[in-house]
T-cell receptor
Framework: AQSVTQLDSQVPVFEEAPVELRCNYS??????LFWYVQYPNQGLQLLLK??????LVKGINGFEAEFNKSQTSFHLRKPSVHISDTAEYFC????????????FGTGTQLKVEL | DAMVIQNPRYQVTQFGKPVTLSCSQT?????MYWYQQKSSQAPKLLFH???????NEADTPDNFQSRRPNTSFCFLDIRSPGLGDAAMYLC?????????????FGPGTRLTVT
């Protein structure tokens, strides 16, 4: 079965600390991988994506993610978070052969504290 | 700036009273999507248009309909809203239907059903 899992529903972190948000997927076909951020009462904004090539992907706002095929993971990282990073983060996957349908994980609420 | 616009941002309707949400785009993208996002949940694809071709997700209730009169506009019609239809409705667009094409999201319309 094809699925996307974000095990951490909430991640609290202090400002300027590093953070990692985890994403795992299950698939028998190749995938395209995405991380989106959603601020309260806003739409989704693309942080970064992996389509092919280098497994380390850099995105906006200082975020990066690494595709690990053997572990079927695409964890999002930032070396030093800011208060303004407080938001909901969604990992999403397109399973090839399924058109352009995004399958989202359940989201991780990142709360950055002073 | 090219963008995806949703109106209104907040919509209140009564139980059973038809409601229409609108989405417009200045990106000239071929594909337009409607997602439903309930509180603290991931977005769920309802349907999408590739040009004028309508693609309904198998589990989208018949109560939800859509129209795309031209490239720029797409509407979501809820024929008889129930309390369970209260959610954020997100419109998105992409240049093509391949998974390589990024989806651009609008700010969403939050629907309240009283």
């Amino acid at each position: 079965a094809q699925s996307v899992t974000q095990l951490d529903s909430q991640v609290p972190v202090f400002e300027e600390a590093p953070v990692e948000l985890r994403c795992n997927y299950s698939s028998s076909v190749s995938v395209y991988l995405f991380w989106y951020v959603q601020y309260p009462n806003q739409g989704l904004q693309l942080l970064l994506k992996y389509l092919s090539g280098s497994t380390l992907v850099k995105g906006i706002n200082g975020f990066e993610a690494e595709f690990n095929k053997s572990q079927t993971s695409f964890h999002l990282r930032k070396p030093s978070v800011h208060i303004s990073d407080t938001a909901e983060y969604f990992c999403a996957v397109i399973f090839t052969g399924g058109g352009n349908k995004l399958t989202f994980g359940t989201g991780t609420q990142l709360k950055v504290e002073l | 700036d090219a963008m995806v616009i949703q109106n209104p941002r907040y919509q209140v309707t009564q139980f059973g009273k038809p409601v229409t949400l609108s989405c417009s785009q200045t990106l000239n993208h071929n594909v337009m999507y409607w997602y439903q996002q309930k509180s603290s949940q991931a977005p769920k694809l309802l349907f999408h248009y590739y040009d004028k071709d309508f693609n309904n997700e198998a589990d989208t209730p018949d109560n939800f309909q859509s129209r795309r009169p031209n490239t720029s506009f797409c509407f979501l019609d809820i024929r008889s809203p129930g309390l369970g239809d209260a959610a954020m409705y997100l419109c998105a667009t992409s240049r093509g239907s391949s998974g390589k094409y990024e989806q651009y999201f609008g700010p969403g319309t939050r629907l309240t059903v009283t």
